[in-house]
T-cell receptor, first 117, second 113 residues
Framework: NAGVTQTPKFQVLKTGQSMTLQCAQD?????MSWYRQDPGMGLRLIHY???????DQGEVPNGYNVSRSTTEDFPLRLLSAAPSQTSVYFC????????????????FGQGTRLTVV | GNSVTQMEGPVTLSEEAFLTINCTYT??????LFWYVQYPGEGLQLLLK?????DKGSNKGFEATYRKETTSFHLEKGSVQVSDSAVYFC????????????FGQGTELSVKP
């Protein structure tokens, strides 16, 4: 069971370039999310999805796009990279606990370390 | 709004010392609460969780109790080991808002032999 798989692990971009960070999960979880981790700031939510075809913005969505055409995949697109997007990016998936209006624990990928020069 | 506040680190302890990492939260309704751990160079792993008031989550000797009256979820361990050295994150999942986790800033723990 692979869990949550992110690619690539490392990436260097020039300012203005675009790229897509890939994320796939094989646990049939309905929820998927993208976070960025910066020193001293914890993880901040970029975008999230509650199911195929449904996405919403998190705390820091500017400069990023997402789509969710299947349950398994949730790619994150950087449209025009900026140095402020240098960060470590984590994808996560989780499931609902309907009886409590809660979600179960999130499973995280290994992260993508992105540097924009 | 929803927010999580953790005690600042780094925290340095000797092996077998008692650990407490404070976590308080602000949320409407009844959030679920989590502690995640991140070892160097890795992603986050769930350490423990609690989904309703007075629940106690526990795992690998770590414990935390969901205290609604004090809006807290402090992490404790009676005797830390060198292998517990990592960054610890407190997080909440807002009620009926699946897919969202709100994290504290993380607390780095270093345990010396």
């Amino acid at each position: 069971n692979a869990g949550v798989t992110q690619t690539p692990k490392f990436q260097v971009l020039k300012t203005g370039q675009s790229m897509t960070l890939q994320c796939a999960q094989d646990m049939n979880h309905e929820y998927m999310s993208w976070y960025r981790q910066d020193p001293g700031m914890g993880l901040r939510l970029i975008h999230y999805s509650v199911g195929a075809g449904i996405t919403d913005q998190g705390e820091v969505p500017n400069g990023y796009n997402v789509s969710r055409s299947t349950t398994e995949d949730f790619p994150l697109r950087l449209l025009s990279a900026a140095p402020s997007q240098t960060s470590v990016y984590f994808c996560a998936s989780s499931y609902s606990i309907l009886s409590r209006g809660a979600q179960g624990e999130a499973f995280f990928g290994q992260g993508t370390r992105l540097t924009v020069v | 709004g929803n927010s999580v506040t953790q005690m600042e680190g780094p925290v340095t302890l000797s092996e077998e010392a008692f650990l407490t990492i404070n976590c308080t939260y602000t949320a409407t309704g009844y959030p679920s609460l989590f502690w995640y751990v991140q070892y160097p160079g890795e992603g986050l792993q769930l350490l423990l969780k609690a989904t309703k008031a007075d629940d106690k989550g526990s795992n690998k000797g770590f414990e935390a109790t969901y205290r609604k009256e004090t809006t807290s979820f402090h992490l404790e361990k009676g005797s830390v080991q060198v292998s517990d050295s990592a960054v610890y994150f407190c997080a909440l999942s807002p009620y009926n808002q699946g897919g969202k986790l709100i994290f504290g800033q993380g607390t780095e723990l270093s345990v010396k032999p």
